[in-house]
């Protein structure tokens, strides 16, 4: 596919050239998981296990799955939104650096857009 070639995005920046200008941001997950602490006589519940994935600029990610397989705990987890009872484990990269994932810090992913 190419780009800047006066066709696919005439008269408009292309997407690849948005996130450069806006300086786009990757995101890589390693090993992420989730796990919802068992209480009140109820088991512990793995709500995201051993999950690996990237985002880079100017590509679509989808992520597919059914009703409660868990799409949204990732969303959650990946920008710091789990609830306080769930406990998550593995790496969260920004720019190949740790997100900070204390002080509830909420990354600004724009590129993840939820159906
Ligand atoms: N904080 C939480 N407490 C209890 N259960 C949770 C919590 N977060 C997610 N779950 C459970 O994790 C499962 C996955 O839910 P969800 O991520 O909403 O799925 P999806 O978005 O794919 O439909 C569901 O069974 C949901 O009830
Ligand atoms: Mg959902």
Known sequence: MGEGNGTAWAGALSPAARYAETGGAS??????TAVLPGSGGR???KLLQ???GYAVPGRIVAIM???????STLLDSLSGRLARNVLQ????LLNGKKRRLD?????SVKFIIEA
């Open 43 to 45: 088991p512990t519940k």
């Open 89 to 92: 484990t593995g790496k969260v």
């Open 65 to 71: 799955g059914p009703s409660g397989s868990g799409k």
């Open 27 to 32: 995101l890589t997950w390693e090993n992420l």
């Open 50 to 52: 051993g999950l690996y």
């Open 103 to 107: 002080f509830g810090a909420v990354v």
